[in-house]
């Protein structure tokens, strides 16, 4: 079993930055794809961005291209996501999540692709 806790949400003035973790526990999540969600209030869940196993290939939706930065470090079991300038349209709760298939070539950014989920962080930002 894998337990997912994401940190590193709060408030946040258009522009700003925050950079959310995700610590991997109970298994390695080192040999998992990973991706970060989110979901604003009366939407859907959506993938922000993935990142294979080893980090070589990622993944960003179009609104966050340039501005958002998903990355990985196996040797500690965490995810993380850079989040620099920005927007009100960013206010959600985001979500970590992995998957428990060792190795897999392959970026996932279908949420049913996931088998493991944080608890979720709210990321507020204010215009």
């Known amino acids: 079993q894998v337990q997912l806790v994401e940190s590193g949400g709060g408030l946040v003035q258009a522009g700003g930055s925050l950079r959310l973790s995700c610590a991997g526990s109970?298994?390695?999540?080192?040999?998992?794809?990973m991706g970060w969600f989110r979901q604003a209030p009366g939407t859907k869940r959506a993938v922000v961005a993935a990142?294979?196993?080893?980090?070589?290939?990622?993944y960003y939706v179009d609104s966050v291209k340039g501005r958002f930065t998903i990355s990985r470090d196996n040797a500690k079991n965490t995810l993380y996501l850079q989040m620099n300038s920005l927007k009100p349209e960013d206010t959600a709760v985001y979500y970590c999540?992995?998957?428990?298939?060792?190795?897999?070539?392959?970026?996932?950014?279908?949420?049913?692709?996931?088998?493991?989920w944080g608890q979720g962080t709210q990321v507020t930002v204010s215009s």
């Open positions: 999540a992995a998957r428990s298939e060792y190795y897999s070539s392959t970026v996932y950014t279908d949420e049913d692709k996931y088998d493991y």
């Open positions: 109970g298994r390695t999540i080192s040999s998992f794809a």
């Open positions: 990142i294979r196993w080893s980090g070589g290939s990622r």
